[in-house]
C-alpha cells in the first residue's frame, strides 16, 4: 500500500500547481507523524475530515465557481475526451483531500493490522465511511435550508447558489467518488495483499 501511495502522490503532484507541491511534502510528513500516534477510528475520521477540508483551501480552492483550475485539464490526454479531462480536472483541484483519502487509507489498515480497531473484519472501513458520511450529510442539509430560508435574499445567486453548488460537487465528486468509491479500493487492496 506504501507504493500505491506513493505513486498516488506521484501523480497528484503531476496533476497541481507547481506552488503546491511543497505543501504536498509537508502534507507527506504530517501523514507520517500522525501515522505514528496510534489513533483511533473516531480520531482518524475526525482528523481525515479536518485535514482535508483544509487541504483544500491551502491549495487555493474556494466555493466559487471561476476558482476551478483548468490549466492541468489536458496533462497526457493528446486528444478532447470528456472522461479523462474531467477526472484530471478534479484531480488537479481536489488534490489535497485525495492524499488525505489516501492516508486515511493507510492509517485505517494500519489500525486493522495492529488490532486495537477492535472490530469485524471490513467493520472498520463502515464505520469510518458512516462518521464522513453523517458529517457531509448534515453539512449539506444545513446550506440547503440557509439557501430555502434565505431564498428571497439579495445574495442567492452570488453566494448562497455557489455555496449550495459547491457542498453538491464535495458531497458527489470528494465524499462519494474519493471518500467512498477511493477509499473503499485502496482499503480493499490493502486487505487483499497483507
Given at each position: 500500500?506504501h507504493?500505491?501511495?506513493d505513486?498516488?502522490?506521484l501523480f ?5 500547481r507547481?506552488?503546491?507541491i511543497?505543501?504536498?511534502?509537508l ?8 501515522d ?5 477510528l473516531?480520531?482518524i475520521s475526525?482528523t ?5 477540508y483544509?487541504?483544500f483551501?491551502a491549495?487555493?480552492g474556494s466555493?466559487a ?5 483548468l490549466?492541468?485539464?489536458y ?5 478532447y475526451n470528456?472522461v479523462a479531462?474531467?477526472i484530471?480536472?478534479f484531480?488537479?483541484n481536489w488534490?489535497?483531500?485525495i492524499?488525505?483519502?489516501s492516508?486515511?487509507?493507510m492509517?485505517?489498515l494500519?489500525?486493522k493490522?495492529t488490532g ?5 473484519e ?10 464522513l458520511t453523517?458529517?457531509?450529510t448534515s453539512?449539506?442539509?444545513f446550506?440547503?435550508a440557509?439557501?430555502t430560508?434565505?431564498r428571497t ?7 448562497f447558489s ?6 453538491m ?6 465524499h ?6 477511493l ?7 490493502g486487505?487483499m495483499?497483507?
Amino acid at each position: 500500500m506504501h507504493t500505491i501511495h506513493d505513486l498516488l502522490t506521484l501523480f497528484l503532484i503531476t496533476q497541481s500547481r507547481a506552488t503546491n507541491i511543497p505543501l504536498l511534502l509537508l502534507f507527506s510528513i504530517q501523514f507520517y507523524l500522525l501515522d505514528d500516534l496510534d489513533l483511533n477510528l473516531i480520531e482518524i475520521s475526525t482528523t481525515s475530515l479536518l485535514l482535508q477540508y483544509t487541504s483544500f483551501f491551502a491549495f487555493g480552492g474556494s466555493n466559487a465557481i471561476s476558482s476551478v483550475d483548468l490549466s492541468s485539464a489536458y496533462n497526457g490526454v493528446s486528444g478532447y475526451n470528456v472522461v479523462a479531462v474531467g477526472i484530471l480536472t478534479f484531480a488537479s483541484n481536489w488534490t489535497g483531500p485525495i492524499f488525505w483519502t489516501s492516508a486515511t487509507t493507510m492509517m485505517l489498515l494500519r489500525l486493522k493490522r495492529t488490532g486495537a480497531a477492535n472490530v469485524k473484519e471490513g467493520n472498520l472501513l463502515v464505520r469510518h465511511l458512516a462518521l464522513l458520511t453523517v458529517f457531509v450529510t448534515s453539512s449539506l442539509v444545513f446550506v440547503m435550508a440557509a439557501c430555502t430560508i434565505l431564498r428571497t435574499h439579495l445574495f442567492i445567486w452570488t453566494v448562497f447558489s455557489p455555496k449550495y453548488l459547491y457542498s453538491m460537487a464535495w458531497s458527489l465528486g470528494q465524499h462519494l467518488g474519493v471518500n467512498v468509491g477511493l477509499g473503499s479500493l485502496l482499503y480493499w487492496l490493502g486487505t487483499m495483499y497483507q
